[in-house]
């Protein structure tokens, strides 16, 4: 199985499946030197662990990675960062059912068409469990970049059809980090609370928009012409379970503008030249411009729901399906600390392409 290995020159590799030991990772060409904040990295994972919102799944796992290569006393040594997450509250039984019917808008049946084999225990390798990993891996590389003057705040900007008026130049990440839904608005905040009560109670569930506006990262970062910056942002955006869009900038909003709406005149500010304004989010021929980047990720809603579904097995025979098992309404607020950890992986990875981050932390 291929395609477990995202990165340039600082590269991670993740294993593990859903219902197995433990999920892990290998995070390679992370600078030395570096001194490991332990509380912030577990402050990241239980922003993404389940188990602590009315409206995610129940499970209820710690998080906590156990590093076995890559740091020593406190500081990471430059070999490879290998850990491991235990996966301790498992229940397999749950999806006994997915073994003969395969789930609506799940994995299952496209791994069976690839492998000839599914894992139904919560979908394996395919399970958003795996996300467990990048943050943990993102974390790191957010440590890195703090260090550089780079700060990556994504927030819930949609769920359902309850939108955030926001900019994201307005966002507040200490706003976003007391929110339960990780909103910058808690007017909106209530509004989606009461949308996902609603659907909650209806057994069904609904997506969203992840929005992440990254800061400080120095002009001319970016490797044209295939590993443009956003064509690099993409691809993380776009591995994470259940994204459907990504844009960036004005994004599709750009298609049904006139060029001199969408284009940013460039005036002298401080001494400087800046663009008067930010339709292109940052990026411009693929390269960073040095001014805030924005992007946004469009999430699907949870494929597996409570309420009663047609589906058909292996058998082809048809019956109604209502899935058990523990599972979120919107997978949006969780998919939050999970787009800043990929965001972070890319822009780490660029900025040591670059030589903008050396690699030895002194």
């Known amino acids: 199985m291929a395609g477990n290995t995202f990165g340039h020159l600082l590269c991670l590799t993740s294993f593990g499946e859903s219902h197995g030991p433990a999920v892990g990772g290998v995070l390679d060409g992370f600078p030395s030197g570096l001194t490991i904040d332990a509380e912030a990295l577990r402050a990241a994972m239980e922003r993404r662990r389940p188990g602590l919102g009315e409206f995610q799944t129940a499970r209820n796992e710690a998080d906590l990675p156990e590093f076995v290569s890559g740091i020593f ?25 997915m073994e003969e019917f395969y789930r609506p808008s799940h994995a299952g049946f496209a791994w069976d068409a690839k492998f000839g084999f599914h894992d139904h225990r919560g979908g394996g390798r395919s399970s958003a469990r795996e996300t467990a990993v990048r943050v943990a891996a993102g974390a790191l590389a957010m440590q890195l970049l703090e260090k550089f003057g ?63 506006v990254v800061r400080g990262v120095p002009a001319g970062i970016g490797e044209p012409v295939f590993d443009r910056l956003q064509a690099d942002l993409a691809k993380a955006m776009m591995s994470i379970n259940a994204a459907k869009g990504f844009e960036y900038g004005d994004g599709f909003a750009a298609a049904s503008k006139k060029g001199s709406e969408h284009n940013d005149p460039y005036e002298e500010q401080e001494g400087r030249l800046r663009p008067a304004s930010n339709h292109a989010g940052g990026i411009l021929g693929g390269i960073s411009t040095g001014e805030d980047i924005f992007f946004q990720v469009a999430f699907k809603p949870v494929s597996s729901i409570s309420r009663p579904q047609f589906t058909a097995g292996k058998s082809g025979q048809v019956q109604h399906l209502s899935i058990e098992g523990r599972h979120d309404v919107c997978i949006v607020p969780r998919a939050v600390p999970v787009v800043e950890a990929m965001a972070a992986l890319v822009i780490a990875d660029h900025m040591l392409i670059s030589g903008k981050i050396p690699r030895n932390i002194l």
């Open 73 to 97: 006393q406190g500081k990471t040594t430059g070999a490879p960062l290998a850990f491991l997450i235990r996966n301790s509250d498992q229940r397999p039984a749950d999806y006994k059912k």
């Open 150 to 212: 780079v700060s990556i705040t994504a927030y819930t900007g949609q769920i359902g059809n309850v939108v955030t008026r926001l900019r994201p130049a307005e966002v507040n990440p200490a706003v976003v980090m007391e929110s339960a839904l990780r909103c910058p608005d808690p007017h909106t905040e209530t509004k989606m609370k009461a949308l996902l009560t609603s659907l909650k109670a209806e057994g069904d569930s609904t997506g969203g928009v992840v929005g992440c």
